[in-house]
């Protein structure tokens, strides 16, 4: 097969071959390359070391990120590229960090330290394909195996527990039988890795095009109890309700695969209806409900993310989501969605959008999203048309309101208030002197 490398990837190998050194594209690109998909970067291993990099590059910018390990990065316009020196590593004592890294002189020494069989083939186009552990073999057979002994391999560094889930639902590929065994057998220690890092490999696990399969492998494996317990009373919840085909984790997947991948969007597809399980009443005709479901979610999501270290930033858009997701039930005039693009944010409008598409959609194979779908247009028009949500959109502040000689105090608030509600009702009231006009006929001056 043809091996299309961009040229300025090219150049690093031939400049360092040129100068007598053997250089490689390594890991994820050479996997990616093969699967017939573009690699977002690219990896290049070689037995020059730091040093000896830097000098070859010197007519070009680099960047020393991980010297003492072997790495430089060598930048260019068209993109910037690892340039990493052979490496063997000592014995792993923490499960995080070999004893001690020292350069070698052979790359099937550097790809007998990787984590994966498919990660671990080389490429340049003098050698051809390096695949000392059957890479190619199980990229065919769709198959996730460690390079060598796996329990060997996840002793080294538990992480790659997680990440065996994330390349399977990544590429739809399977675990190979040895390899999910030894996850199983180490899940626990994965309490030893720091949770930013599990918490990225889950957010990667999250943004796949069907996320389902890593959640359903995490659930199988025993993870998911282990990083997010929340989830466990939704397995086989039945939801008691006629709208409802599938129990609480079954919409949840449903969802999950059905919405753009967009981080928050899929947090919050994953959450929205985890407050279920705490909230069923059920009523004199056997039916389920769940009322407060999505204000008590919004409670749980916010505590798990703080749990896994997200940013404030991104605790406030998803807990917003999941407040929000039963918005699609209100039958909202111009005035309520305007309140709701108010509460929600204009950024995040779609995206809850989104996410109360798929939720209805997986509800029912009768489900009908044509009243989302122009609730959806009748936002577009508001936003276009620009239409005021907010006291900022006003064509009149604070300071024109005391110009007119109102006094400073609450007052303000409450006329800013009156006239926004005004202007939600009737956009075209907007305008400075009709608000003036206004203000003075329902506050008038003493």
Excluded at 204 to 232: A, Q, T, Y
Aim: proline share 3%; glycine share 6%; aromatic share 8%.
């Amino acid at each position: 097969m043809a091996y299309n490398i961009p040229s300025y990837v090219e150049t690093i190998i031939n400049s360092l071959e040129k100068t007598g050194y053997n250089a490689f594209l390594v890991g994820g690109s050479i996997r990616d390359i093969i699967i017939g998909k573009k690699p977002s970067d690219y990896d290049i291993s070689t037995d020059a070391k730091p040093d000896e990099i830097k000098e070859v590059f010197k007519e070009f910018k680099t960047i020393e990120v991980g010297k003492k390990f072997g790495t430089i990065i060598v930048v260019q316009e068209e993109g910037a590229v690892e340039v990493t020196t052979f490496r063997r590593e000592g014995e792993y004592k923490d499960g995080r960090r070999p004893e001690f890294v020292s350069f070698s002189k052979d790359i099937k020494e550097d790809l007998n330290r990787r984590d994966f069989t498919i990660n671990a083939m080389a490429y340049n186009e003098k050698t051809g394909v390096i695949d000392p552990f059957g890479g190619k073999g199980n990229l065919e057979n769709k198959i996730i195996k460690t390079v060598g002994n796996p329990e060997n391999r996840f002793r080294e560094d538990y992480l790659r527990i997680i990440r065996a889930v994330r390349f399977a639902a990544q590429l739809n590929f399977d675990i190979d039988e040895e390899t999910y065994l030894a996850c199983n057998k180490y899940k626990d220690f994965l309490l030893n890795i720091s949770i930013e890092r599990v918490r990225d490999e889950l957010f990667k696990i999250l943004l796949c095009e069907k996320p389902s399969n890593g959640i359903e492998l995490l659930k199988d494996l025993g993870i998911l109890k282990i990083f997010l317990p929340e989830i466990i009373p939704a397995i086989d919840f039945n939801q008691h309700n006629p709208h409802h085909d599938k129990d609480v984790y079954n919409h949840i997947l449903c969802v999950l695969d059905n919405t753009p991948p967009v981080l928050q969007v899929r947090i919050g597809a994953l959450f929205h209806d985890i407050g279920k399980p705490h909230t069923l009443t059920i009523d004199n005709e056997g039916v389920g409900h769940f009322y407060g479901h999505d204000k008590v979610g919004a409670e749980i999501v916010s505590e798990v993310l703080r749990r896994w270290k997200c940013s404030n930033e991104l605790i406030e858009k998803v807990s917003t989501l999941v407040r929000e997701h039963m918005t699609q039930h209100a039958n909202y005039k111009e005035k309520g969605l305007k309140k709701l693009i108010a509460r929600v944010g204009e950024d995040e409008i779609f995206n809850l959008l989104a996410l109360q598409k798929a939720d209805r959609s997986c509800s029912n194979e009768k489900a009908d999203i044509s009243s989302l779908l122009e609730r959806e247009n009748k936002i577009k028009d508001i936003l276009y048309n620009k239409e005021a949500y907010n006291i900022n959109q006003l064509d009149l502040d604070g300071r024109d309101i005391l110009e007119l000689g109102y006094k400073e105090g609450k007052i303000i608030g409450e006329i800013l208030d009156y006239l926004l509600e005004q202007v939600m009702e009737k956009p075209d009231l907007n305008k400075k002197d009709l608000l003036i006009k206004n203000t003075l006929k329902k506050f008038p001056l003493k």
